[in-house]
């Protein structure tokens, strides 16, 4: 009896609870959160989990475990196919360089006054909408003997005897690879970069060119500071994104003749071996070269903007120093 | 100006254009090459260099048969419906989370911001070889709303983009609406998420694409070809025995890019938005 009316007596101080302004704020925090919290744990941070646990196992997804301590660790060091396809990475950074310099370039053209020039953005920024299995098709076809890519070089004069097999040839095949990734992803950065571009004070440009700074000097003086943050961000996210290539040797060479990078190799291992332990050690000590990078990046921008805080400030009064600066080396010149 | 300073004029000109013409040439042509190709008949493909045009810019067989052959019908049909289930449930998660974390202070509020931030380090496909025994165990595999609900799994790309948001939205706003008697629900719902729009907008259109040209995830967990295809699983019938037919590849290619044409038309400008702010993370 004394109970139900301990219930009872709770029941109505929970209504009273709800209906207060600190209860309804408290009901619509856990409420609202619920939901994305599962799922983030559930597809995030319990398999993240269990990777790390599986690592130390030589194991299949389903029958007996076998606890083999940092075996699988030393083995992805140890098997040439898993360190040969970080090596392989390299060409994609080696790409990512090519992509980001060329993405500067043409953000730099646009965003000056150019005839047509949401048309050639359109054309260029289009590959990136494209699903990753189609771009592998079309580069297949691109790069077969005799087809598009050798035809483009034939008219360019090149004889197809001379030309290597694109996609065979050990020589060059990677490099083909991260071609499709550059035709990929150059047309989105180079929009990003225009994003950023465009957001410095068009007023700096009118000074410039009133000091009569040509198109070159206002690259080096006006842009380029004001967008180096995002261009730092990206040649960072490159290093990650370069080891975490998949897509096109995936769908156009299945990682054959040489071609096979970390994520081809790992997805192999899980999923067609079924060497679970392994694939799992493989991921970690990619992660761990991930958080690397990361940490690397926050040093980086910590020791470059030192003082962010007076940057957000005086960013403008900043910039009005170095034009002034630039104005007053040019008339001494 | 000099002659000297005139010609260098005219070069720069010559040369910004000639860049622009090259480069977007490069970004179109292995499309072009494709649409070239998948308007020949057969005999055609066979005989002629790949760069020579088609007889005939109406000639549809390729098409339908591509259509038929990789199931595109049932594709199309299936990543319609996950497409629309993933936007509405992400939009309403998203900026349902957005709205507590920016509006309310509450102790964890940075933990969880920190959360989801961190999972963005983790790759996808590295992901899965835990991911695959998470779903075999909840009985998601060969089960449409299952994938649906992982690629729900919200995305911090959009929470940031509606965060960002809610900052420009004065919550005095909030405060009046609380004075004349509204719940919070009510103002989340009633009063923020239609100014919301523009963001949401942002954020569909990144998620949509995202999830229309998802292929890794769904090779792996719709493993029926035969009644779970989504158009990007449904091309790769083309790699057995038709690995040779590019006519026939060359118009699923085509097919399967059109609906990502046609948005990228209808909305370039919130795409280039969504870019950018995008890339305010990290």
Redesign the interface.
């Known amino acids: 009896m004394a109970a139900q009316a301990n219930t009872a007596g709770s029941k109505k101080g929970f209504l009273q609870w709800a209906r207060s302004r600190r209860g309804q704020q408290i009901i619509i925090i856990v409420a609202f959160m619920i939901i994305p919290l599962v799922l983030l744990f559930t597809f995030t941070y319990l398999p993240f989990g269990e990777m790390v646990g599986f690592s130390f196992y030589k194991m299949k997804y389903v029958g007996k475990r076998t606890f083999v301590g940092w075996k699988n660790y030393a083995s992805v060091f140890s098997r040439k196919d898993c360190f040969g396809a970080l090596k392989l990475s390299l060409y994609y950074m080696g790409g990512s360089v090519v992509q980001l310099a060329l993405a500067l370039y043409l953000a730099t053209i646009l965003s000056f006054k150019v005839k047509g020039g949401n048309i050639f953005k359109g054309f260029m920024f289009f590959p990136y909408l494209i699903n990753g299995i189609a771009i592998g098709f079309i580069f297949k076809f691109f790069y077969t003997r005799g087809f598009v890519f050798d035809t483009v070089l034939q008219w360019c004069g090149f004889q197809l005897d001379n030309l290597p097999y694109w996609l065979k040839d050990q020589s060059i095949n990677n490099i083909s690879l991260v071609g499709t990734s550059v035709w990929r992803y150059f047309g989105q950065n180079m929009v990003l970069f225009i994003g950023a571009i465009m957001s410095v004070d068009s007023e700096l440009y009118e000074a410039a060119m009133l000091d009569g700074a040509n198109r070159f000097e206002q690259f080096r003086y006006i842009i380029l500071p004001s967008i180096k943050t995002i261009v730092t961000l990206n040649v960072i996210l490159s290093i990650t994104g370069s080891l975490s290539a998949f897509e096109p040797p995936y769908v156009i060479t299945s990682g054959a003749n040489g071609t096979g990078t970390y994520f081809v190799v790992m997805n192999e291992i899980a999923h067609t071996q079924q060497k679970v332990g392994l694939a799992s050690a493989m991921a970690v000590v990619l992660l761990l070269i991930i958080f690397a990078a990361t940490i690397l990046q926050k040093l980086f921008f910590k020791y470059v903007f030192r003082n962010a805080e007076d940057e957000d400030f005086g960013a403008a009064k900043k910039r009005e120093k170095q034009l002034a600066r630039y104005a007053a080396r040019k008339a001494g010149r | 100006m000099t002659t000297l300073q005139k010609t260098g004029h005219y070069l ?1 000109i010559f040369v ?2 000639l ?3 090259f ?2 040439f ?6 072009v ?2 649409v070239i ?1 998948a308007f020949k008949t057969e005999e055609e493909y066979q005989n002629t ?3 020579t045009l088609p007889q005939s810019w109406l000639n549809p067989d390729n098409f339908l048969q591509a259509f038929d052959r990789a199931n595109m019908g049932r594709a199309f049909v299936n990543s319609t419906i996950i497409l629309v289930s993933v936007l509405v449930v992400s939009v309403l ?2 900026t ?2 957005a ?2 974390l920016n509006r ?1 202070k ?1 102790p964890g509020n940075g933990l ?1 911001r920190n ?2 931030l961190f ?1 963005t ?3 996808g ?10 779903m ?1 165990s909840l009985n998601f595999i060969n089960s449409l709303p299952g994938y649906i ?2 690629m ?3 995305d911090v790309i959009a929470i940031y983009i509606y965060i960002q948001f809610f900052e420009n939205i004065s919550v005095s706003l909030d405060e009046s609406a ?1 004075i004349d008697g509204a ?3 009510t103002i ?1 719902h009633k009063i923020l998420l239609p100014l919301l729009k523009p963001a949401i907008v942002t954020a569909c259109i990144l998620k949509g ?1 995202g999830t ?5 995830c769904a090779n ?1 967990y719709l493993q029926n070809k035969k009644l779970l295809p989504t ?3 449904s ?2 019938t ?1 790699v057995g025995p038709l690995g040779s037919k ?1 006519n026939l ?2 118009a ?2 085509i097919i ?2 059109l609906p ?2 046609i ?2 038309i209808l909305f ?1 400008k919130q ?3 969504g ?2 702010a995008g ?1 305010v993370k ?1």
């Not at chain 2, 590295?126 to 695959?132: D, E, F, K, L, S």
């Not at chain 2, 229309?212 to 890794?216: G, L, P, S």
């Open positions: 720069a910004k254009y860049s622009l013409v480069f977007s490069v970004a179109v042509l292995p499309v090459s494709c190709t260099n790949v760069m998660v998203g349902s989370l709205y507590v309310f509450f969880i959360l989801f999972a380090l983790l790759p496909i590295a992901m899965q070889i835990a991911v695959y025994g998470i075999d609900i992982m729900c799994g919200t609380i719940s919070y629900f989340y694409v229309y040209n998802e292929y890794y792996l158009v990007a699983t091309l790769y083309f590019y590849i060359c699923g290619v399967s890019l990502a044409l948005v990228f370039q795409i280039y938005s870019m950018t890339s990290g």
